[in-house]
């Protein structure tokens, strides 16, 4: 097959393309310019697309002797994902940049572009398995190493874009095996650091970033009877479950902490209450989509494991497809969760699909996104 | 197979340079020392200085080995500017073209930022020609306040000969110094220093087929322009640092073979160039040749593909083993649009869906045959995929 690279810069996609040469693919590597400002070199632990990065993907390629090209992808990432995360929080949702880079861009804009220049299929360094079912369907499933685990920020690929893609890293038994191999393969990225934060914001304080963004409109922190507990300057950056920075003098009547329970960012009001306002029972989102094929029987109810962060665990529950909505009901409350978030849904390993939550439904108050 | 039609960045190494080259490496000496050993590396530098005077039309007093085009824009526009704002502080204003290099634009504009210098752009046509009527009316309104003029001989990108006499002869009526970046020129049009009226011009080595890492300011002997470096006070007081005779012998060589086939070459490179257009163009009706009907060189196609990105096209090319060039890269390696096709005139999207094509010493027919079958192959899918 002839294979597109994606190299970040980073060790995994490094090794990745590395397996792919190995398994006898035709393989060109790939980095994609994301930054508005390319140019620009690396300040932080992180910084997508800076010069060190590009070079770090570029010597990698050569070092596998594979052709290297950087495509710009910047306008497209802008407009897709920086200018989506801006209004998301904006409008008091919590988005996730990495998951929506890997549904409009990677395995959208580079795939698509990639397909018309004669390839077959896209490689990245995600940790993840893609099985073959029985029929020839295909079925995302989670990597061998729990740890590493990625599937989660793959939950919204297609069993089309699943067709062509390629994850080899998803069989590596540890993050330590693939440096190791990395070393061994001569990488010179074998101990890069790993990136945790989200890529176009170099200082990962993202509540900062925001307000070159979003003008920050001092507002009210109140309680559920709608009580003044206190100020903030900006709504914008408070996330559900948030307990920290708050800010508010007065210790709540129990002696507990407060936590925020819901963003009103018409009016700028952060609502504040405690831990057990924050459990949810049942989350629902109307865009969503299906991890390879329609899962059977989700109309009637499908048990199934729901996973609501990158990192987060995941928890039983029960999945329904009812009046174009997916509905997933938690069998014990999940705390802390947040519109604009996405739930990837679980049988076993295999990614069922996933839903960008539109609401959440607490035992008593319903809060709407 | 591999074909490189991107002479314009830099041209493989001619035989004649390489020799010079070993040969001076095999020599032993400071050229500034006194003694027997250094007089001979002084011969070397001394004998490449001659070849390189005869190459551009200078005297040889007035060659200044450097590093290369940027470090002689530098220090040309700057030492040019300083002097002259020395003489009289009035005169601020830097008159070029936003078609030029970065490395003789940014100069400029760091003069801007830093030394309180005004920076006048001349118009550029759609066709890349520079308006010097534009030139004759600035000199009459503003020439007392002209620092200096600086014009590009031929533009890197385009091919555009811009008429330099012409320039200089509009800058005398005010006495006004007139600087050329003549890096793209020189080897593959014909230029002569001492008649062109200038007062400086910019020259490389590896344009015409010697190693990087060598060029020439060549300076009017009456004319001293400001060092940017400061030291054992060689080549004129303009270049402090031990001259690097090799490479000065490997520029002299390479320019003096450059030249002397240059009329030839030039002969050759028309036919090829205009067969590379005329099918091109043929196969892709809508294709522009940007600096068509101009006075342009002859081993240079320039070509805007419209709605074609050239990060594409320069891929599928590059993947059949033909190299060819688009705007310029940053340093990261992303395609930006032109600046030069921006200047004239050009949109954005044109701007980012133009090829390059340079052709030099080595190209043979069946590199621009294989490069006209390839474009051909290639364009629909480039054009399928710039629509992602």
């Avoid at chain 1, 990639?114 to 989670?142: M, N, P, W």
């Avoid at chain 1, 590596?172 to 440096?179: F, P, T, Y």
């Avoid at chain 1, 800010?247 to 405690?274: C, F, H, M, N, Q």
């Avoid at chain 2, 070993?22 to 490449?48: C, M, Y």
Wanted: proline share 4%; glycine share 10%; aromatic share 4%.
């Amino acid at each position: 097959m002839r294979v597109l690279a994606a190299m970040s810069g980073g060790v995994d996609s490094a090794v990745a393309a590395a397996r792919a040469v190995d398994a006898g693919h035709e393989v060109v590597g790939v980095h994609l310019a994301l930054s508005r400002m390319p140019g620009t070199l690396r300040t932080g632990s992180r910084g997508c697309c800076t010069i060190e990065d590009s070079m770090d993907a570029q010597r990698a390629a050569k070092k596998l002797d594979i052709p290297f090209y950087v495509w710009d992808f910047s306008e497209r990432f802008k407009q897709e994902v920086v200018d989506d995360f801006v209004s998301e929080y904006r409008a008091g949702r919590t988005p996730n940049p990495c998951m929506r880079c890997n549904e409009r861009i990677k395995f959208a804009a580079l795939l698509e572009r990639g397909l018309a220049l004669g390839f077959d299929a896209v490689c990245t360094g995600h940790y993840a398995s893609i099985v073959k079912d029985s029929q020839g369907q295909l079925e995302l499933h989670r990597s061998l190493d729990m740890a590493k685990d990625q599937s989660y920020v793959l939950g919204v690929l297609t069993q089309d874009q699943l067709r062509h893609s390629m994850f080899p890293l998803g069989a590596a038994a540890s993050k330590e095996l693939v440096r190791k191999e990395a070393q061994d393969r001569g990488l010179s990225v074998a101990n890069k650091p790993d990136s945790y934060d989200i890529c176009f914001i170099p200082e990962g304080d993202t509540r900062e970033w925001l307000r070159d963004f979003i003008p920050t409109e001092p507002g009210a922190i109140v309680d559920e009877s709608g009580a003044k507990l206190g100020e903030h300057d900006g709504h914008v950056g408070f996330t559900i479950g948030q307990r920290k920075g708050l800010r508010i003098g007065r210790p709540a009547a129990d002696g507990k902490p407060r936590y925020v329970l819901e963003i009103r960012p018409k009016t700028s009001e952060v609502v504040v209450g405690p831990e057990a306002s924050l459990e949810v029972e049942e989350i629902a989102g109307s865009r969503f989509s299906w991890c390879g094929s329609k899962p059977q029987g989700i109309e009637d109810g499908l048990e199934c494991e729901v996973q609501v962060r990158a990192h987060g665990e995941s928890l039983p529950a029960t999945a329904t497809l009812k009046d174009k909505e997916l509905v997933i009901r938690l069998n014990a409350p999940l705390f802390g969760v947040a519109p604009g978030q996405t739930a990837v849904i679980y049988e076993g390993t295999r990614v069922l699909g996933q839903t960008t939550i539109d609401r959440t439904e607490r035992k008593s108050v319903a809060s709407v996104g | 197979m591999s074909v490189f039609l991107d002479h314009a960045s830099t041209s493989p190494l001619r035989a004649v340079a390489r020799e010079a080259l070993d040969s001076a490496l095999a020599t032993l000496g400071n050229p500034s020392s006194v003694h027997a050993h250094g007089q001979r590396t002084r011969e070397i530098l001394e004998d490449a200085r001659d070849q390189v005077a005869a190459a551009c039309g200078a005297n040889r007093s007035e060659v200044v080995f450097l590093s290369g085009g940027t470090e002689a824009n530098n220090q040309a526009i700057k030492g040019i500017y300083w002097r002259r704002n020395q003489a009289d502080p009035n005169r601020k204003v830097i008159v070029s073209a936003g078609t030029e290099h970065h490395a003789l634009i940014d100069p400029i504009i760091w003069l801007v930022q830093h030394e309180g210098a005004e920076l006048v752009e001349l118009p550029a046509a759609r066709n890349g020609e520079i308006d010097l009527g534009a030139l004759a009316a600035l000199i009459e309104s503003r020439g007392d306040e002209i620092a200096l003029i600086s014009l590009m001989w031929l533009n890197n990108e385009t091919g555009v000969i811009t008429d330099i006499a012409k320039v200089t002869q509009l800058a005398a009526t005010k006495d006004i110094p007139v600087h050329s970046d003549a890096v793209a020129a020189l080897g593959h049009i014909p230029i002569d220093f001492v008649a062109s009226g200038l007062t400086a011009m910019s020259i490389s080595g590896h344009k015409v087929g010697s190693p990087i890492g060598i060029g020439a300011l060549v300076v009017r002997r009456d004319f001293n322009p400001v060092s940017l470096l400061h030291g054992g006070g060689q080549e004129r007081g303009l270049r402090s640092g031990t001259m690097n005779y090799a490479l000065a012998a490997a520029f002299g060589a390479a320019a003096k073979e450059a030249v002397a086939e240059l009329e030839e070459r030039q002969a050759r490179m028309r036919l090829y160039r205009d067969k590379l257009e005329s099918e091109i163009l043929a196969a892709i009706p809508e294709a522009i040749v940007t600096a068509a009907g101009t006075t342009r060189a002859e081993h240079n196609a320039h070509i805007i593909f419209p709605g074609v990105g050239s990060d594409s096209m320069l891929f599928l090319l590059d993947q059949r083993g033909i190299s060819v060039s688009a705007g310029s890269a940053c340093q990261a390696g992303v395609l930006g649009p032109s600046h030069v096709l921006l200047a004239m005139g050009h949109s954005p999207e044109d701007a980012s869906s133009c090829l390059r094509m340079t052709l030099g010493h080595t190209t043979t027919e069946s590199d621009i045959e294989a490069l006209i079958s390839a474009v051909k192959e290639v364009h629909p899918q480039a054009l399928a995929a710039s629509r992602i």
